[in-house]
């Protein structure tokens, strides 16, 4: 069984093709990532850049995949959440692919995506999922066939918050830099903790929102940047870190994995280290070139829910910038 | 791990571990340990909790553990407001008639705080056994207590099915865990209590969701009246703000909210 799949729900076009054979299931795995030039993800200028970049993207998969088109049993593509005018490329290629070669066209969720590749590559059985990216953060397990969200932010996301931090203090872009985050850099020079910023879990949920904005205020009013970056990264891991582990406690589940495009960080993963020996579970960390979208992670989800005949019509196949993790059925586990 | 733990509490603990209290009556003298018949019973994220004897009295002690991935000075602020706010609060709330564990001893320095225990079982646990209108009363007492709370500028924080605990024999129910409460009167906090209350039946309890949430309003509005509607009204708006919700297009997109 071989399935190409597609993502295309932010800042990245990617197009992976895998096999279900366990050695080297990975036949192709090729991406163009949007690098805004200033500010961040422009919706309509990621699109365009999908747009011009899709047709190479898809040529290289398939040459370095080595295989014939009419070979795949399935397309897969990202339908949701994620940017709309970014999904709609994907989507619009997808159907193309599907409809033209007569394959069966599968519908993907992002979320789940990134929690199924962490799963094959960590081995992982049954983990509380700590998913942690730009524009998510939520802690969530697989319950009665659902990935339930057991706490999540109530407002913007942890890389979010870096991100418009970094960018509002005059750090980024570049966001990440050799595989650091700017702030997690800037704070390595930080001396001193400012108390007087918020630190909010509510039950299970965390918040940043106030954090972000009493950061910058602090910025303005002359505190030292490096010990501002200090503060927003502790008060933000550890807060996560908490309620990683009332998930832990609550659910009683060994394992603890890490997936998301902050989950690259060597700081939150040093963190993430001494968590799970103190409540002695075993931790996985999705490698990073995994970890961050990539069409991979949409085939390989793709490939499980086309084995349990999961298909869309392409006519169907609607975007859904607001698709939760927890509205998807895990018929196949 | 837990051995671990139990051994680096007893080392917190050695101050008053050590001590006897001596008692002289008219049958002599009697000596007693302080505290003793330690038994780690839950081990949570933030705490630690230890049944004890304490003084006699059928007691927990609730252990703020120092957390290795935590910078120390940030870990130590933590551990004593924490400890220092919860028993506060506590007090507070015996005062104003809601019932909870009554605060004995407490080491802000070490994150200690020891109070009685209460025997029972928590809503989570018993709710599967417990026909519709003990669900009812339960919750409606819980709500009744959490808006007796917010009327005294309290919020709980972390009002879940797992603290409310419905005592043994008696039957009387108990709010526990103030690890996260605080001293506000803001709309906001106080929706959040209520958010998380729902949300937690909502994940746990799919069978029983809406008569449990009914109740609880029911309780809440018996004592704020039509303020309860702000409250609510509120709860929405909090969902509203959460990650890739499909209602907030309504909004955006015409103007409905």
């Known amino acids: 069984m071989i399935i190409l799949g597609i993502e295309s729900t932010a800042h990245t076009f990617g197009i992976g093709i895998v096999s279900d054979r366990d050695e080297g299931f990975i036949l192709a795995d090729e991406r163009a990532k949007y690098e805004p030039k200033e500010g961040g993800i422009h919706p309509r200028e990621a699109s365009r850049f999908f747009v011009e970049q899709a047709p190479q993207v898809l040529k290289k998969a398939l040459e370095k995949s080595a295989i014939n088109p009419r070979d795949l049993s399935a397309v897969a593509v990202a339908l949701g959440p994620g940017m709309g005018p970014c999904l709609r490329v994907g989507a619009t290629v997808a159907r193309v692919l599907a409809s033209y070669l007569r394959k ?14 962490g799963l094959k590559l960590t081995g992982m059985v049954d983990p509380v999922i700590v998913y942690l990216s730009g524009g998510n953060t939520a802690v969530v397990a697989l319950v009665n066939k659902r990935y339930r969200i057991f706490g999540e932010t109530l407002d913007i996301a942890l890389g979010n918050l870096l991100d418009s931090f970094a960018r509002d203090v005059g750090l980024a872009p570049p966001y990440v830099v050799n595989g650091v985050h700017v702030v997690d850099r800037c704070a390595e020079k930080g001396r001193k903790l400012l108390l007087e910023l918020p630190y909010v879990v509510r039950g299970q949920d965390v918040s ?7 950061a910058i205020k602090a910025y303005r009013q002359g505190a030292n940047l490096h010990d ?39 700081i939150l993963r040093d963190k993430l280290e001494k968590l799970s020996q103190r409540y002695g579970v075993s931790l996985g960390i999705v490698p990073p070139r995994y970890a961050v979208d990539n069409g991979v992670m949409i085939a390989w989800t793709g490939l499980l829910m086309f084995k349990v005949g999961i298909t869309v019509e392409p006519r169907n196949a609607l975007i859904n910038q607001r698709w939760r993790v927890d509205e998807v059925d895990i018929s196949w586990r | 791990m837990e051995i671990a733990l139990l051994e680096e509490l007893s080392k917190d603990l050695n101050s008053i571990a050590s001590e006897k209290v001596i008692i002289y009556s008219a049958s002599g003298v009697e000596e007693k340990n302080v505290l003793k018949d330690l038994k780690l019973i839950s081990l949570g994220a933030e705490a630690a909790i230890v049944r004890c ?65 209460v025997d029972g079982y928590s809503l989570r646990d018993a709710i599967q ?17 959490i808006a007796k709370l917010h009327e005294n500028s309290i919020v709980h924080g972390d009002v879940t099915t797992s603290n409310i605990v419905i005592e043994k024999g008696t039957g009387d129910v108990y709010l526990i865990d103030f690890g ?78």
């Open chain 1, 208 to 214: 940043f929102s106030g954090l972000y904005t009493a």
């Open chain 1, 104 to 117: 069966p066209l599968v519908p993907v969720n992002h979320a789940v995506a990134h929690i199924e590749i």
């Open chain 1, 228 to 266: 501002v970056c200090l503060t927003v990264r502790e008060i933000a891991y550890n807060s996560i870190l908490e309620v990683a582990a009332r998930a832990l406690m609550h659910t009683k589940k060994k394992e603890l994995m890490v997936v998301g495009g902050v989950a690259a960080s060597p």
């Open chain 2, 129 to 145: 056994r417990l026909d519709e209108n003990a669900v009812c009363d339960v919750c409606r007492i819980a709500g009744m207590y």
């Open chain 2, 180 to 257: 996260l409460s605080n001293f506000v009167k803001r709309i906001e906090d106080e929706a959040i209590d209520v958010h998380i209350f729902f949300r937690s039946v909502e994940s746990a309890h799919q069978d029983v969701e809406d008569l449990a949430k009914r109740c609880f309003i029911d309780g809440y509005r018996s004592v704020r009246g039509a303020y309860t509607d702000n409250i609510l009204k509120m709860v929405l708006n909090i969902r509203r703000m959460g990650r890739y919700v499909a209602e907030r297009r309504l909004r955006g997109v015409w103007g409905i909210t």
């Open chain 2, 53 to 117: 004897t304490f003084l006699d009295i059928d007691a927990v002690i609730k252990w703020r553990f120092p957390k290795p991935y935590m910078p120390p000075d940030l870990d130590k602020q933590f551990r004593v407001s924490r400890t220092i706010t919860e028993a506060k609060a506590l007090f507070k709330a015996i005062s104003i008639g809601v019932l909870t564990p009554i605060p004995l001893y407490m080491d802000p320095a070490r994150g200690l705080l020891i109070m009685t225990f």
